[in-house]
């Protein structure tokens, strides 16, 4: 059984890769900070998989900690590393905290880790900006990124390759995630924002409980079908799968070398005012929604070419916007009647 290091695993999309790593027989160790989860998620994670994961305290920041951590622990297979800090808008009020915290992290990481090892990073669709075709290819240019967040994820993925190219024992997929919504079939595990959610699926989940005002749509003059901006929603369980299926190719080799990316999403695309409707549908709940300007920054329309992923990972997202809205509702009920 092959022992993998999940850091940020107490998080959103870590809980739900380690419940996922779990399922495919794979042994699984947390560490995280707990800066943006709750240690409550290993309750959680034992209630779904019957295991008390694993799990370490510490601040990937921490070089000496790390290096302690890896020194002990010279069993771990492979890493996931989804420990970072990750809101676009407070990147931009504080850069180098998202400097600070997202390079430092992977640096003492790939440091430390020093030896044979499979690495899968935490990427983002961010990278492509507004693609000028679509879906987008992950051969399509890198553009300049709008926001500290963004620039982080496109520098570690330089970091990653350069580091990749001259170090033959380092195998690392970086995974261009589209925009994870939805939570565990169970409830058990979803999404904890931080104060007034920024992104969509959160927004309305806590509209819709009466913890938010009415919803406002971020422009519906766009130049697309219903004039609102789209995106490529994914469900968090099947990007965790996608986790898993990285390891695996790393496992067996990757034909393309010690660093690859992956795009990971639907490869279809969806409307804010589409998101609103099959909420309200697959629920059976009215949203509170008005149209508003545009937001600053936003791409008009983004969704993925997952046909890499489909083929070379085997991977191939199952789950539609539907389940996406069914799981990430039951979860806000859940959340709201059990709060951590
Ligand atoms: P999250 O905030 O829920 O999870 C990240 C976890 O990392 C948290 O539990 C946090 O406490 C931990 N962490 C942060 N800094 C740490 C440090 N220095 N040491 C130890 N632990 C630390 O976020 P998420 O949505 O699960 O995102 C996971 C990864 O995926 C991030 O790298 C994020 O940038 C990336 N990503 C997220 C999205 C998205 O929309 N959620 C999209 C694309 C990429
Ligand atoms: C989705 C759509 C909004 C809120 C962000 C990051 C990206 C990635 C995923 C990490 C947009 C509209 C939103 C609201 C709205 N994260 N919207 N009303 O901006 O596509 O991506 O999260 O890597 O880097 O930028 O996601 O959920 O914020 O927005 O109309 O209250 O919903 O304008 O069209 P986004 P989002």
């Not at 492979?78 to 600070?100: D, N, T, W």
């Not at 620039?151 to 001259?166: S, W």
């Not at 904890?192 to 819709?208: D, H, K």
């Not at 409980?209 to 406002?216: A, C, L, S, V």
Request: include cysteine; proline fraction near 4%.
């Amino acid at each position: 059984m092959a022992k993998i290091l999940v850091t940020g695993g107490t998080g959103y999309i870590g809980s739900h890769t380690a419940v996922e790593l779990h399922n495919a027989g794979y042994e699984v160790v947390i560490v995280d900070n707990l800066s943006n989860s709750n240690i409550k998620i290993l309750t959680q994670l034992h209630a779904i998989t019957g295991k008390w994961f694993d799990f370490h305290e510490i601040d990937l920041q921490d070089d000496k900690a790390v290096q302690e951590f890896a020194e002990k622990n010279t069993d771990i297979d492979g890493i996931i590393h989804f420990a970072a800090s990750k809101a676009v808008g407070e990147s931009v009020e504080q850069p180098l905290k998202y400097y600070r915290n997202n390079f430092y992290g992977l640096i003492n990481l790939l440091t430390s880790f020093n030896r044979k090892i499979n690495f899968v990073f935490s990427s983002s669709c961010t990278v492509y900006g507004q693609p000028e075709s679509l879906p987008v290819t992950e051969a399509a240019p890198v553009q300049k990124a709008e926001s500290p967040y963004g620039n982080t994820k496109q520098i570690a993925e330089e970091i990653l390759a350069e580091t990749a190219a001259v170090t033959p024992d380092l195998n690392v997929i970086a995974l261009r995630y589209f925009n994870p919504v939805g939570a565990h079939e169970t409830a058990l595990i979803g999404e904890l924002p931080n104060g007034v959610p920024a992104n969509l699926v959160p927004f309305i989940t806590q509209s819709a409980i009466g913890k938010r005002g009415p919803i406002t749509v971020y422009g519906n003059d766009y130049d697309t079908p219903d004039g609102s901006a789209i995106r490529d929603y994914i469900h968090v369980v099947d990007l965790a799968k996608a986790h898993v299926a990285a390891i695996k190719l790393l496992e067996t080799g990757n034909p393309n070398g010690n660093y690859d990316v992956f795009n990971i999403g639907t490869g279809k695309g969806s409307s804010v005012l589409e998101i609103i409707a099959a909420f309200e549908k697959v629920n059976n709940e009215k949203l509170d929604y008005k149209i508003g300007p545009r937001r600053a920054g936003d791409i008009v329309q983004i969704y993925g070419d997952v046909q890499k992923s489909n083929k070379q990972l085997g991977w191939k997202a199952s789950l539609d916007i539907n389940e996406m809205m069914r799981s990430a509702w039951e979860w806000e009920k859940y959340i709201k009647a059990n709060p951590f």
